[in-house]
């Protein structure tokens, strides 16, 4: 393949993943605003869906340092099995949270815990990096899979570890929360 076609390829993926990471980061916000109209009565499986994303988070977490790992050990095929199945959880987990978040009623986190403003600061950080990650997990998937390893690495530098600050707090944020949920 030709440079010029590479380069538009890349172009394209570029412009793509951007587009979806406004769509998803436009999606989390409405439905977390409530904009849109909320089941009456909430199905009984909604209350899992919470432990449920603790659980995947748990596991990418585990995931990525495994994949990291096998990385290290020049394992390309296992690396890459690896962080395949860790953004196919990614992918389950953000069905499953922006399912929760539009159905179920907002869990606050309480005032007068002296706990707020660390949780505060958590969940926020969380949050934010969450949307920043998405689009260099997209770019740098897209490097790998094309075997571009030095494009690849360069976007890793900066896309690992912010991915594994996302699940772990991830994790953090539902154990602080989880003991306030109405259900």
Not at 120 to 137: C, F, M
Request: charged fraction near 10%; include cysteine.
């Amino acid at each position: 393949m030709n440079t010029t076609t590479q380069e538009s390829k890349d172009k394209l993926f570029f412009r793509i993943a951007i587009s979806i990471s406004l769509v998803v980061l436009i999606a989390v916000i409405v439905l977390n605003r409530k904009i849109l109209p909320v089941p009456s009565e909430l199905p009984s499986w909604t209350y899992f869906l919470p432990k449920l994303n603790a659980i995947i988070n748990a596991t990418c977490s585990i995931l990525l340092i495994w994949s990291l790992f096998e990385i290290k050990k020049r394992n390309i095929q296992k690396h890459k099995l690896i962080n395949l199945s860790t953004f196919a959880l990614s992918s389950i987990f953000l069905i499953s949270y922006v399912l929760y978040h539009w159905m179920a009623p907002e869990t606050t986190y309480p005032a007068d815990s002296p706990a707020r403003p660390f949780y505060l600061a958590l969940l926020g950080s969380h949050i934010i990096l969450a949307a920043i990650v998405l689009p260099l997990i997209l770019i740098s998937f897209y490097r790998g899979l094309q075997m571009q390893v030095e494009l690849h690495k360069s976007i890793v530098r900066f896309a690992y570890p912010i991915w594994l600050y996302v699940t772990i707090t991830g994790v953090i944020v539902y154990l602080m929360i989880s003991p306030y949920y109405p259900h």
